[in-house]
C-alpha cells in the first residue's frame, strides 16, 4: 500500500519561506509522477507544481518564480520550496501520486493523495 506523508507546513509572515516535504512508503518514488496541490475552503483542489515520472516540471502561474517542487529518488521523497509567500497562499497543501509519466494538473489523475498541511502566510 503506497502512502503519502507531508510535513513543513505552518505559519509563515509575508515575504516568508517554508518547505514542505513528503515521503513516499510503498514503492519507489521513481514510477510515479509527483505534485503538491492546495485548497481553500469552499473551493476546487489546484495544482501548485508537478514533476513528472517521465521527466518535465508542471508549475502554476501563480507559483511560478517563487515556489519549485523537486524530487530525490533515493531518499523517497519530494519537496516543495515556498518563496516570497503571500497571504493568497493560505491553504493545506496536499501531497500527490499518479501513475501518469507526464507532470499532470488535473487531481482526477492523481491515485494517492497524503493528509495535507496546513500553510498560513499573515499579512
Known amino acids: 500500500q503506497v502512502q503519502l506523508v507531508e510535513s513543513g507546513g505552518g505559519l509563515v509572515h509575508t515575504g516568508g519561506s517554508l518547505s514542505l516535504s513528503c515521503v513516499v512508503s510503498?514503492?519507489?518514488?521513481?514510477?510515479?509522477?509527483m505534485a503538491w496541490f492546495r485548497q481553500t475552503s469552499g473551493k476546487e483542489r489546484e495544482l501548485v507544481a508537478a514533476t513528472g515520472s517521465g521527466g518535465g516540471v508542471n508549475t502554476a502561474r501563480s507559483a511560478k518564480g517563487r515556489f519549485a517542487i523537486s524530487r530525490d529518488n533515493a531518499r523517497n521523497t519530494v519537496y516543495l520550496q515556498m518563496n516570497s509567500l503571500k497571504p493568497e497562499d493560505t491553504a493545506v497543501y496536499y501531497c500527490?501520486?499518479?501513475?501518469?509519466?507526464?507532470?499532470?494538473?488535473?487531481?482526477?489523475?492523481?491515485?494517492?493523495w497524503g493528509q495535507g498541511t496546513q500553510v498560513t502566510v499573515s499579512a
Open positions: 500527490a501520486a499518479s501513475g501518469n509519466p507526464s507532470p499532470t494538473m488535473y487531481s482526477y489523475e492523481y491515485d494517492y
Open positions: 510503498g514503492r519507489p518514488l521513481r514510477t510515479y509522477t
